[in-house]
């Protein structure tokens, strides 16, 4: 199983990206997917979250800026983010919870600088 972040790069400050996470492989029972951050010095968080029923949750500095969605078609995992600000910089990483195993899968990374 893989998970592929892509989209990151250098935006200014009110700017947007969509980050896309690709999954290849199969992985049962997903429970839950999402988007965490890590800005330098600081620990992991998680920035949106989306369940099986499509039941979406953020961050409290991410709602009504960013929008976590799935195209199962493509088994790709979006983050739309809009109206981006210096603190948002941060590597983004795409993970899956599988129920069944217990476990979480994550992606490599995609690194995020708003700047201007």
């Known amino acids: 199983v893989q998970l592929q972040a892509s989209g990151g790069g250098l935006v200014q400050p009110g700017g947007s990206l969509r980050l896309a996470c690709g999954v290849s492989g199969s992985i049962s029972s997903i429970t839950l997917m999402g988007w965490y951050r890590q800005a330098p010095g600081n620990l992991r968080e998680v920035v949106a979250t989306?369940?099986?029923?499509?039941?979406?949750g953020y961050i409290d500095s991410a709602k009504g800026r960013f929008t976590i969605s799935r195209d199962n078609a493509k088994n790709t995992l979006y983050l739309q983010m809009d109206n981006l600000k210096p603190e948002d910089t941060a590597v983004y990483y795409c993970?899956?919870?599988?129920?069944?195993?217990?476990?979480?899968?994550w992606g490599q990374g995609t690194l995020v600088t708003v700047s201007s």
């Open positions: 989306l369940a099986l029923d499509n039941t979406a």
């Open positions: 993970s899956i919870y599988s129920g069944r195993e217990k476990r979480y899968y």
